[in-house]
Structure formats: structure tokens, C-alpha cells
């Protein structure tokens, strides 16, 4: 397999990505509750557009093998209080169960910390998403709490964990 490699997402990156989520469910699951199904590029510039602030609020990140995109990620930033939030974490559906998300991560974390000082890394992600989950604590992520009925997905509701890392720890 062709080496992975992390660049800063464009629009053109990411023209693939409306079709990794085929329900609201899936959508959902991967983007939270406030955005349309289906996803459309509009959704996709409005996040793209917190990447080119001064400070960005967000950085974004494509994997590519060759030039297919097969991941990626968010990390929102809280810059005055050195809080980053990964967030929209994916790898193509094709490109699952394949051992891609370590190194990819490794990778968006490493351009994270290029990017300025954020002791505290957390994320969100619903406690039923246990494939997810297992991912992150093998990474270090601790669970701090549990956020119940907070988003509506078409008729249910979902409970999310907070998880983070104190990264001087
Ligand atoms: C969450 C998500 C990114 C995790 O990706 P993933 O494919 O499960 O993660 P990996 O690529 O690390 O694969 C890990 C699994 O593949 C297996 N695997 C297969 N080949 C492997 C290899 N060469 N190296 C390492 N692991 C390999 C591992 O055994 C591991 O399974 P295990 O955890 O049961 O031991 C992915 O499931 C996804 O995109 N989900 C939809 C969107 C989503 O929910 N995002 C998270 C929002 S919070």
C-alpha cells in the first residue's frame, strides 16, 4: 500500500466525502447532531471557512494514498485557553479496519502541536460508537463524563462521552 500521507484539507479533498455517510444516522455519528443529511458541499465550506481566520478556529486534514483521500479529521481550537477539540474524525468506509486511524492521528496531532500550545486535547464522541471508543482510549483519551440525551437524532436521542488527554500528564 502506497505510504499515507496528512495534508491540510481544500474543498477538492474532500468531494468524497458525502458518500462515507449513506444515513443520518451515520452522519450524525460522525458530525453530530447540526448537520443536513445529506452532506453538501455548502456544509463542507462553512467548516473549510473556520480554517482561514487569523487565528483559525479550526484546522482540517486530509490522508490521501496517491491522491484518494481515505481520511479525515477536524481540530477545533480554543486558543485562549489551550483547548483543542478533534473533531469530524473518519477514515473512507473502504478504508476501515485497516490500522489507518493510529498513524493518521498520530499525524493530525503532530501538525497540532506545529500549529501552537494545547495542553488539553478532548473530543466527543456517542457512547454507542464503541469502535471509536476503543480507539481512543488505546490511545491515552480518558472518559470525564457522560453528556446524556444531548443531541436528537430524527426521532431518539444520544448520549455523548467526553473524553480528553492533559498532554503535560
Ligand atoms: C472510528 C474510525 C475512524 C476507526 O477506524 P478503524 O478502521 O476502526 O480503526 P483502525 O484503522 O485503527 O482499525 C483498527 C482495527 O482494524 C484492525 N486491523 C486490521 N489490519 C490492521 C493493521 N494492519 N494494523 C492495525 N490494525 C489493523 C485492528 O485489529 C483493529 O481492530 P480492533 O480495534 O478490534 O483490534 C472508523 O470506524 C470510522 O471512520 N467510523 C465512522 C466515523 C466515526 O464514527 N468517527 C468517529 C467520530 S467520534
Redesign the pocket.
Known sequence: MAALRVVPAAAGHLVSLPG??DTPE?LA??GGGGLRFPLGGDQIAAMLAETTTDPPLRLAFAGLLDDTTV?HAQIVLDWPNGVAR?A??????S????????PFLAEVFARLDEAGDFPRLE????VQ?T??I???E?LGFTREGVRRSSTRVGEARWDVAIYAIIRQD
Open positions: 462515507w455517510f451515520a455519528m460522525w481520511a478533534l469530524r474524525f473518519a477514515l473512507a468506509p478504508h476501515r479496519g485497516k490500522g489507518l486511524a493510529r473530543l466527543n464522541v456517542y460508537n469502535r471509536a476503543r480507539l481512543y488505546s
